[in-house]
T-cell receptor, first 109, second 116 residues
Framework: LAKTTQPISMDSYEGQEVNITCSHN???????ITWYQQFPSQGPRFIIQ???TKVTNEVASLFIPADRKSSTLSLPRVSLSDTAVYYC??????????FGTGTRLQVFP | GAVVSQHPSRVICKSGTSVKIECRSL??????MFWYRQFPKQSLMLMAT?????????EQGVEKDKFLINHASLTLSTLTVTSAHPEDSSFYIC????????????FGQGTRLTVV
């Protein structure tokens, strides 16, 4: 399983775009990159998943460079409700889901 | 997305008693389920992985006789904390993956266990 490294915390203001980068230097060929969001006292919620290049859905975009050794979750125009912990996970379909430290995002008014 | 329901959301028990936590996949069949526990301000720690009809695989340092996991059907897995002690107080979360070939997993709401 590829280990992931993320910033421990980030601060932002409402309306700004937030980019959270995750390093996964040992990513394997069949590994996908998945991001989850967790609010206090709740289970994680799936945000987005990708394999390469760029993926976009209604809540976020995921940018993956050609070497796939890192990925960036982009949250457009964050609001106070986006204050949460964001986890980057890397693995294949039969792998265990191992969580790293995550990034604690604090959005200020 | 798919729904995973975890019950109860909160439980308080006396030291020495056992507590069972249920995890159900409501609209899909889960070939694999994961159990985690999470202490305040910390990340999720994987406790065990269970596949339907087979014994759970526990992570190093997790006592399998204390944390009994049963994955009897494709929609239900249970975690029983036996002879609970105050240090077992934590937030327990289950997760389910629908099928082999799927990398996405869905999580339950979590169970806050307090042992007094």
């Amino acid at each position: 399983l590829a280990k992931t490294t993320q910033p421990i915390s980030m601060d932002s203001y409402e309306g700004q775009e937030v980019n959270i980068t995750c390093s996964h230097n040992n990513i394997a060929t069949n590994d996908y990159i998945t991001w989850y969001q967790q609010f206090p006292s709740q289970g994680p919620r799936f945000i987005i998943q990708g394999y390469k290049t760029k993926v976009t859905n209604e809540v976020a975009s995921l940018f993956i460079p050609a070497d796939r050794k890192s990925s960036t979750l982009s949250l457009p125009r964050v609001s106070l409700s986006d204050t949460a912990v964001y986890y980057c996970l890397v693995g294949g379909d039969t792998d265990k889901l191992i969580f790293g430290t995550g990034t604690r995002l604090q959005v200020f008014p | 997305g798919a729904v995973v329901s975890q019950h109860p959301s909160r439980v308080i028990c006396k030291s020495g008693t056992s507590v069972k936590i249920e995890c159900r996949s409501l609209d899909f069949q889960a070939t694999t389920m994961f159990w985690y526990r999470q202490f305040p301000k910390q990340s999720l720690m994987l406790m065990a992985t269970s596949n339907e009809g087979s014994k759970a695989t526990y992570e190093q340092g997790v006592e399998k006789d204390k944390f009994l996991i049963n994955h009897a059907s494709l929609t239900l897995s249970t975690l029983t904390v036996t002879s609970a002690h105050p240090e077992d107080s934590s937030f327990y979360i289950c997760s389910a993956r629908e099928r082999v070939g799927q990398t996405e997993a869905f999580f339950g709401q979590g169970t806050r266990l307090t042992v007094v």
